[in-house]
């Protein structure tokens, strides 16, 4: 169901007995989560075809059209649908560490052993417990502690392509990155993304089209 949207299922776990876990679909804390998403940009046609039949084009649309899809799939399989967005936020980050055995990059962006940094959680399916059990203990025995490629590079060329140095060993300075972004010396960083993630030598094959890296920049920067 969610491949016909060039969406997968990422990665999946059982909360431990005791653990402070989100609402499932019935109100009780969830028995399991399977974390859904992207893989390099298999899912940007979809999208685009979606929003170009919409007869004004809504607020957040690559959050709206996530919500409907992965919804439902919730609503097939009885599962509660929940987004990155939603408030109070909940620990996407942290449950892709757990379900995929992943580690974050230079960048703060967690880095896939296939995909590299070309990839994106959407949303994820929070399940009441026996619900689409065998699907979960695949996940688990398939989740193995994969070799972190940042650990690999030597010379971290994410961390040198920005021309305002917003990435760094001290973190992300999200300020001086949106207003290079916003000027006009940022017009590279808008037409085809992020200079340092491009920079990446992983996953290069995954990697996002030009005009959807460009969507992505002119969301994070309201442009």
Known sequence: MLAQDGLIVRGGFRFGT?????????GLPADAVL?????????????????????????????TWS???????AAHFGARAVSPSDRPFLPFQQWGIRAERLKPSP????????????????????????????????????AADPIHLCDLCVGKPCLKACPVDAHSTS????????????SADGAPCRDTGCLDRNACPYGVEWRYPSDMQAFIMAAFAGL
């Open 18 to 26: 005791g653990e402070d876990a989100p609402s499932g679909p019935e």
């Open 35 to 63: 974390l859904i998403g992207n893989r390099g940009g298999e899912m940007w046609p979809h999208f685009r075809s979606w929003q170009a039949e919409q007869p004004s084009n809504p607020v957040n649309p690559l959050d």
């Open 67 to 73: 919500r409907m899809v992965i919804g439902h799939v």
């Open 107 to 142: 960048m703060g962006i967690l880095m896939h052993p296939r995909f590299g940094l070309w990839y994106a959680y959407r949303g994820a399916l929070l399940l009441s417990p026996g619900l689409l059990a065998d699907e979960v203990h695949v996940l688990n025995q398939a």
């Open 171 to 182: 973190g992300f300075d999200y300020r001086a990155c949106l207003a290079h972004v916003r």
